[in-house]
């Protein structure tokens, strides 16, 4: 194999080896911030954690606290389940909650609709399939796709509790989804392309799996266009979400150049110097 190609090995097990990590760590109570992805705020000591002697609306409240209980640096404020309106989790297995390494809420910004099928890229423990199951109501479905055996256990396990019928979670990577061509109206991502190896192929994929029309909403963390590869690796680890990101243009171009239209990427908050969660947006032309 090639240096390269070694590398993005490397990498890519890096990544499966942390959230393998952060899956154990939820479903045998012993989640803490620093198996989690780097520098996230919600269940780590400042919040008094989520024990499991807490009644599930105690756990709740504290999985998703609020950021001044954490300080209020931005990077604090820019990852985990904090970032889910409590009323958004309703009804949700506090597992799905506590196992949430996202950096937004890409159910809320994806206007989906009653009978659409959804694909999440790198659905972890299984959050945002959940809540786009209860969106698109019975007649529309929701697919998961995560490469990490630990993290579709436990959401398969969320997946029960629930009892959710009209979701799938498939093992796979997000550079080679299972599904068929046009499988899907909507494909949502949160926090995950950041840390693909090869985002060309990510991309790709997603227009490949979406009916004419279709659309994507997606978290990321993003770069600004004048910090360089060497700049955003300063900022924070590959595993942390930082390292990995695009910058605002090369996210816009390599949504174009396979297709997309209507292209837009939109900074939330800042995640690093520089680096800001965003919402990414798009849409597979009708022809």
Partial sequence: MTENTNESTGLREQVRARYAQAATAVKTGTRNADLLVEDQCCGSSCCG??????????????????SSCCGDTATERSFGAGLYDLADAEGLPIEAIEASLGCGNPTAVAEL???????????????????????????????????TDEMLELAEANKAKAELANVEFLKGTIEDVPLPDGAVDVVISNCVINL???????????????????????????????????????????????????????????????????TSVEFTHEAADGMHAAIVRATKPTA
């Fill in 49 to 66: 954690g989520a024990p499991a002697d807490r009644d599930e609306t105690e756990r709740a409240e504290a999985s998703c606290c609020e």
């Fill in 113 to 147: 609709r009653e009978g659409e099928r959804v694909l999440d890229l790198g659905s972890g423990g299984g959050i945002d399939v959940l809540l786009s199951a209860k969106r698109v109501g019975p007649t529309g479905f929701a697919y998961g796709v995560d490469m």
């Fill in 196 to 262: 693909s190896v090869d985002k060309p192929a990510v991309l790709a994929e997603m227009f490949r799996v979406l009916t004419p029309g279709g659309r994507i909403g997606v978290s990321d963390v993003v770069a600004e266009d004048h910090l360089t590869g060497e700049q955003r690796a300063e900022r924070g680890s590959y595993v942390g979400c930082i390292a990995g990101a695009l910058s605002r243009s090369e996210y816009l171009d390599g949504l174009t150049a396979v297709g997309f239209t209507d």
